[in-house]
């Protein structure tokens, strides 16, 4: 299947990308997707799968063979009580400890970029580990307090203001530094590793219409249209606020090359309106590029492997192959 973020003559000049897999929640898909992905694109780059191998085994297809990809294997998982669909302490401490050797890895140079199966939330309570998600666990590990949330797929580009928030706490935290950032971070990544030279960005308002000019709330007044005239002198192609359903039809005209959005479902609910299985969420502001799937564990069809549908996985394999080599061009 061509990839949508497939690029011509992916590996001329630069030899072969060097891309780590982590397999999030050994009970979840992880396993499944990273099988049945790589079974289709292990010649694109060079793999490592960082997990438990016994749980990988059990889903791996037999044309796959162990010569095709590297795999570290943690060996944490007890095979005594291992069952997949399963909400465990055991198997979120086994998440994080993949994330942990990924880092090592990416840390050592011995590979170039970072692709992340699901955990879960969940599981990560039940052993008592405070991690809302990778982004924040990245930017706790690499000492990067502003990461940037873009999600994406073959039509959008947005990214975040805030991410995993009661929505009742949004206009709290939605802030002069915290709109700057998202919107600088975007602005460098949509030219370090998508190579676009003079990038255009939207922005969308908080409120129904983008308030009307106070009409709806004051957000757009008194965070959101400051923020855009302070940056319009350094980014000449910055525009907004519009309402929401707005910028996000713009964007997907092709107006903007990307939509900041201030709120988790403003940017989801378009994204999966498409095709869910081929979003992909990408990190901006970490010194390598890491992507991710745009769903979670799965753990209601875990036990039944060939219901795993690997193309999201393989769109955010695709992805950190393609931005890794835009940003070893410089």
């Not at 590979?111 to 990245?138: F, N, Q, R, W």
Request: aromatic fraction near 6%.
């Amino acid at each position: 299947m061509a990839g949508g973020f497939e690029e011509k003559g992916l590996h001329q000049g630069d030899g072969m990308i060097r891309v780590a897999i982590t397999m999030g929640d050994p009970s979840g898909i992880g396993a499944s997707i990273t099988a049945k992905a790589l079974l289709q694109l292990k010649k694109e780059a060079e793999f490592t799968v960082i997990g438990d191998e016994w749980v990988f085994k059990k889903v791996r297809s037999s044309e796959l063979g162990a010569r095709s990809i590297n795999f570290i294997d943690l060996k944490n998982v007890n095979r005594k009580s291992f069952e997949f669909g399963k909400v465990k302490a055991e198997y979120g401490r086994a998440s994080v400890e993949y994330l942990n050797k990924a880092l090592e890895l990416l840390a050592r140079g011995q590979v170039d970029c970072l692709v992340t199966c699901p955990i879960s939330k969940e599981a990560l309570h039940k052993a008592h580990m405070s991690i809302a998600g990778h982004t924040e666990y990245l930017s706790r590990k690499t000492q990067v307090p502003d990461l940037v949330m873009m999600l994406l797929n073959r039509h959008l580009k947005i990214s975040l203001v805030t991410r995993h928030i009661p929505l009742s706490n949004v206009s709290e935290k939605l802030d002069a530094p915290a709109l700057t950032n998202t919107i600088l971070t975007t602005h460098d990544a949509l030219k370090t590793l998508f190579s676009l030279k003079n990038p255009k960005i939207v922005v969308c308002g908080l409120n129904p219409h983008a308030s009307d000019n106070g009409l709806f709330g004051q957000e757009e007044n008194r965070v959101i249209k400051p923020t855009i005239k302070r940056l319009e002198e350094k980014l000449k192609n910055l525009h907004g606020p519009l309402p929401s359903d707005v910028a996000i039809h713009k964007a997907f005209q092709g107006f903007y090359d990307a939509v900041i959005a201030m709120y988790h479902d403003q940017a989801l609910i378009p994204l999966k309106l498409f095709r869910e299985n081929l979003g992909v969420n990408l990190t901006l502001g970490l010194p390598f590029v890491r992507t991710s799937p745009l769903h979670g564990t799965a753990f209601d069809i875990a036990r039944t492997p060939k219901l795993a549908d690997p193309c999201s996985l393989m769109e955010a394999i695709r992805l950190a192959i393609a931005c890794t080599l835009n940003q070893k061009k410089g």
